[in-house]
């Protein structure tokens, strides 16, 4: 019988606390903080595997059981979050964002919100991506698991050890192998498929039936278990929100992990082990499932109630989700994993009590909807404001110039039309992610004379040694490496990207690289950003718009990145433009024509706002051609095509 292991509730709370700091928003202190979740999944599978492996060969083992157990442990905690998030949506968003976070919670019912979110994960599903119930995609591919596994475990029952372990450990390499393969040309499949998550689970689940032997030397579990930690925080520390993620990126955390747990079965009184027992990481262990339930909606729900995200109230967060977690734990986990004497412990009570419960968190989920009818009624000013919350996909050049995840690689890039150079004209190449690809229009409206060429990838930002997916990686070295040595005297040459402070220290280097081929490099700074999608925000006030302040919601990284950049830029001998100063020199500017947002989501430029940028900073990107210049701005969004 799978003993109790303090350390590894202490290895739990290493687990959660990143990710907890990673979504609040303390980036510096944990800037991989997403790895927790692969963490979890090598604890899961430790535990699983060893508790079927070990019942099936006791002959104690029912799947009737298992199933009981499983719904004890993960539905009591997680229901009360399902009609929090409901309850919310229904108090906060406007129906057709409410829309999403139904479809979710639907989703989710039947453990299947990761292919929801795999299905709703373009590039710009804004709406999917802040939903309160993405978090609980790692539940469902853990579920899934759970549901294959005994399967998995009952057909091995009467094979030989040599054939058993054979066959988990080629199910963790195809899998692993799997997710490295494709992480370049299917991204979000890698990140939230079952098959291709399978491997962090089944290492867990290696360590459980004994294929790994155990560790007699003393030293040489101190050894092991050291080596793991520091494995773990390395990727902790290292792995950021640019990182080509999972895959290779996440093995040495999972391993690390399984160092950790596989040393603890033999020597449970190492170093790492008696640090991981310590009170406050035991504690924050136990409360893990339930702090990973409820800091995710509190996170989502925060600035629809607050507005602008400060250190006060990130530290605010932190100390809810602990509280919000304490509780759960306290008097609604243990109660229901450890039930009173008189309660009907019958399996098929259980399971028919879970499942009635999951129906009427549906029912009861579904009868919030009609709250924001209340409490946010939709105008008719506020519904066209709502309905600019959209991509434009043409004007962008999307599938052509701009690859998105979508994308099968490089080789869709269209490079005889994207690169084509101009004989008559100047020419004006264009580099970076989505931040720039939506200066296409505003350059091409703006510069009708020139000749606007594109090299962009969704999260490809065009500095140093670059990073992203292989599309991203490919793009960027065909362009700096073949195509702008063989096209020397492009006349400007303009980057864009969602910058990050890293990419700072090495703008440098790649303004000096540019200058070998080209007269001009222009940088943009970092687009103004919300902590909600502009038209959002816009229509919350659409009903006096001259008299909104959109200020409250404005994200306070924008003014420090963009000082740190100007100085990046201009140090090198670069021609930096300001977005910061060009829309939010004084209060920020909203709209970028009458009804008109300037952004269709949390950063992006609309047609419309591109226009209106480009058209105000003409003259900084190509000084002395008012030949190529359209004399007026636009005024529609139609004129910026």
């Not at 020199?585 to 609309?606: N, R, V």
């Amino acid at each position: 019988m799978l003993k109790y292991r303090s350390d590894i509730d202490g290895l739990r709370s290493i687990a959660v606390l990143p990710v907890v700091i990673y979504h609040i928003g303390f980036g510096p202190i944990a800037p991989g903080g997403f790895v927790g979740v692969d963490i979890f999944f090598v604890i899961s599978g430790f535990l699983i595997t060893r508790i079927i492996f070990d019942g099936i060969h006791a002959r104690t083992y029912s799947v009737m059981d298992f199933y009981v157990r499983r719904a004890r442990r993960i539905l009591p905690a997680l229901i009360p979050v399902y009609l929090f998030c409901m309850l919310m949506a229904g108090l906060l968003l406007f129906p057709s964002e409410r829309k999403v976070v139904e479809q979710a919670l639907l989703y989710s019912l039947t453990f299947m919100s990761n292919i929801f979110f795999y299905l709703n994960s373009g590039y710009f599903d804004q709406a999917a991506k802040s939903s309160p119930l993405l978090h609980t995609w790692s539940l469902s591919v853990e579920e899934q698991f759970y549901i294959v596994l005994p399967v998995v475990i009952y057909a091995l029952k009467s094979q030989t050890a040599k054939v058993r372990n054979g066959t988990f450990l080629a199910m963790a390499a195809l899998s692993f192998v799997a997710a490295c393969a494709l992480l370049g040309q299917a991204p979000e499949a890698v990140f939230y498929l079952l098959p291709f998550r399978a491997w962090e689970l089944l290492i867990g689940s290696i360590i459980a039936v004994g294929i790994i032997p155990p560790i007699t030397n003393r030293r040489a579990a101190e050894l092991i278990t050291i080596s793991g930690f520091v494995m773990i925080l390395v990727s902790i520390q290292f792995l950021h929100s640019g990182s080509s993620f999972p895959g290779w990126a996440a093995a040495p955390a999972c391993i690390g992990a399984a160092m950790i747990i596989h040393s603890g079965s033999s020597h449970g009184d190492t170093l790492i082990a008696r640090a991981l027992s310590l009170p406050p990481l035991r504690f924050i262990g136990l409360i893990s499932y339930s702090l990973y339930l409820w800091h995710w909606p509190l996170v989502v729900f925060y600035p629809y109630v607050f507005g602008k995200m400060t250190v006060a109230g990130k530290l605010g967060l932190l100390v809810a989700s602990i509280a919000f977690a304490t509780f759960s734990w306290r008097f609604i986990e243990r109660p229901f994993r450890k039930p009173s004497g008189g309660t009907d412990h019958r399996p098929s009570h259980i399971l028919g009590w879970s499942g009635a419960s999951l129906a009427a968190v549906a029912v009861v989920g579904l009868l919030f909807s009609p709250l924001s009818a209340i409490v946010l009624p939709t105008s008719e000013a506020a519904s066209y404001v709502l309905a600019q919350q959209k991509q434009p996909d043409a004007q962008w050049r999307t599938g052509k110039c701009f690859l998105t995840l979508a994308a099968s690689g490089f080789e869709q890039y269209d490079r005889a039309s994207c690169l084509k150079r101009s004989d008559s004209q100047p020419d004006i190449l264009l580099i970076g992610d989505s931040h720039a690809a939506q200066y296409y229009p505003g350059l091409k409206h703006s510069f009708p004379n020139a000749n606007v060429l594109q090299a962009t990838s969704s999260g490809c930002r065009p500095v140093g040694d670059f990073e992203g997916d292989e599309r991203c990686t490919d793009l960027m070295r065909y362009v700096f490496e073949e195509f702008l040595p063989a096209n020397r005297g492009i006349d400007v040459v303009v980057l864009a990207g969602r910058w990050r402070p890293a990419e700072a220290e090495r703008m440098g280097a790649t303004i000096q690289k540019l200058q070998r081929y080209t007269q001009r490099v222009v940088v943009f700074g970092p687009i103004i950003e919300y902590t909600q999608p502009l038209p959002r925000i816009l229509a919350l006030g659409a009903d006096s718009p001259d008299a909104y302040k959109a200020s409250r919601y404005l994200e306070e990284k924008v003014q420090p990145l963009d000082r740190l950049f100007a100085r990046s830029v201009t140090a090198a001998g670069g021609n930096y433009i300001s977005l910061y100063e060009t829309l939010c020199a004084d209060e920020c500017t909203i709209w970028a024509g009458p009804g008109q947002a300037m952004q269709f989501d949390y950063g992006h430029l609309s047609l419309a706002g591109s226009a209106y940028v480009v058209d105000r900073v003409r003259s900084q990107i190509m000084p002395g051609a008012e030949q190529f210049i359209r004399k007026s701005g636009p005024r529609s969004a139609n004129d910026a095509i």
